[in-house]
DNA sequence: AAAATAGTGTTACAATATATCATAACGAGA
DNA sequence: TCTCGTTATGATATATTGTAACACTATTTT
């Protein structure tokens, strides 16, 4: 957690970028939770002296942590996660327990690899690629 | 498209379940656009006589299609593509052209064994695996 | 200090998806 | 064939997720 931050700050100093503070309350909160967070589960955290904040506050926060690549989209679940790898490579790659709710971020070259190579068959220039997995975690298997 | 109907039905039958006219007609609709679409989309095309159909309408026979394996869910895009591969796989593997929208469903056994294999060393079981890989097709790469 | 850029607050709204309850169609057994 | 349980559809309302647009503030650059 504290590793995640600092490397936060390094990554945006690397890319000369601002982490301000609501940028860096937005990654601790979602880091804190292990289970992906939804951008209205972050909006009532975020809140200062009672009053809450407004959509747009979190939307831009998360958008900017992904652009960084310290955050994780995971678009079937309409939710955020702390990226919990330290190498710069844009890929996405989850196993999603549909139970309790765990994402689990696996670092997968032979995956990577596999698409690379079929996205060449089809001359496909790619961007990033996010793979999700839904299943069942082992502790939910019983 | 026919032989994709005809699959459809087949697969109905051995599956138990109904073609129904809404859900045969949403079929042919998600399969005639050979980009994705979405819900929002589909629903004003199933208007009989001027007048509308309402959001559930259109998400029930999504969700059936999903069910059978027909059509894919793009969690990306939240839009609905037609299923071409006809081995009954639960995979569903697409690069996307950020440009022009066109999603090609691609068939990689390798892609599939590898997170098999990712999966194994988590205990982790899984149901089905969604790859979504952005990018830019041969096309639109000038 | 002035200008330019980047970040935040706020309001309103768009886009996507579901809950719920009523009605209709179908399919199996008496 | 009838009725009863199941499955599918209609209809209304509402929940959830995500953005546009504009004003204002803070920070950096010149």
Redesign the pocket.
Known sequence: MDSALQRARRVCEEN???L????EKVLRLVWQSHNPL????ILPM?S?NG?A????????????LVAQGLVH?I?S????VGCSVSSDQHVSQFLLCRKCGVAIEIEAPAITQAIAHNADQYGFQTDNESIEISGLCQCCQS
């Not at 301000?20 to 940028?23: D, E, F, L, M």
């Not at 904040?53 to 926060?61: F, L, Q, S």
């Open positions: 000369k970028v601002r301000t503070p609501i940028r939804g951008a209205y589960d975020l200062e009053k904040a407004a959509p747009p506050t979190v939307y831009r926060a998360l958008d900017f989209r678009a679940l309409n939710a955020f």
